[in-house]
């Protein structure tokens, strides 16, 4: 007997609202744009039938620690080197095997209440990073770029092949300066974009799109 393909929904939350991603048998079959918080109750995505349910907040609030420096008992100041952080601020983290380091992050003042979905309890949310990271490992480019843009930043993740060059978060106040940083970081790591192709995993404007279009090979959602 064929197995049933595993249907998942993928809920962004951002400051600014939601976003959610339809995956059947791991394909991207549906995306929405960002929905306000007002109107997010009476969305469509939250009365299908799902086998699984993902959810990712995006907070700039994370740094990722090679196993070699993580020490749980100093994650907190870890993270603080990065960014700032109130002194009310939980770190949470999770380890990431691919990688063999940790995920140190906070999502306090990044989120809203968490729409529910039928028939299905939420997940612990994981910061947007962490998807980025597992995202990328499945691309089949030699340059691979995974990006999300929400809230005023930007989340950015390079690799070459299996080998991560650069996983961060910049602010951003407009996606033009979100373009910039995805430049400079291409630039510093000696990628040419007419022959890469930027996956992005929040969605984008036809404006958008097209701006990264006159300097990509190609632009994909994710």
């Not at 609202?17 to 007002?38: K, N, Q, T």
């Not at 990712?56 to 070699?68: A, E, H, N, R």
């Not at 749980?72 to 100041?77: D, V, Y």
């Not at 996983?167 to 007419?194: C, G, H, R």
């Amino acid at each position: 007997m064929d197995q049933i393909p595993m249907k998942r929904i993928s809920i962004q939350v951002s400051l600014s609202g939601y976003s959610f991603r339809i995956y059947e048998a791991g394909e991207l079959v549906s995306c929405s744009g960002w929905i306000p918080s007002g109107e997010v109750e009476s969305a469509s995505e939250l009365t299908g039938t799902y086998d699984q349910v993902l959810l990712s907040v995006m907070t700039p609030k994370i740094t990722l620690v090679p196993d070699t420096f993580f020490d749980p008992q100093t994650a907190g100041e870890l993270l603080s080197r990065t960014v700032e952080l109130a002194p009310s601020d939980k770190i949470g983290r999770i380890r990431l095997e691919e990688y063999s380091a940790w995920l140190v992050f906070s999502l306090d003042g990044c989120m809203q209440p968490v729409p529910s979905v039928s028939g299905l309890e939420a997940p612990d949310p994981l910061p947007e990073m962490f998807f980025l990271l597992k995202d990328i490992l499945k691309l089949d480019h030699y340059n691979r770029i995974v990006a999300s843009y929400a809230d005023g930043y930007l989340h950015l993740a390079i690799a070459q092949d299996r080998t991560l060059l650069l996983s961060n978060v910049f602010e951003a106040p407009d996606f033009t300066t979100a373009e910039y940083y995805i430049f400079l970081a291409m630039k510093k790591l000696q990628l040419n974009p007419e022959v890469s192709v930027i996956h992005f995993r929040t969605p984008l404007s036809e404006e958008q799109e097209l701006s990264l279009y006159r300097y990509f090979k190609g632009v994909e959602r994710l």
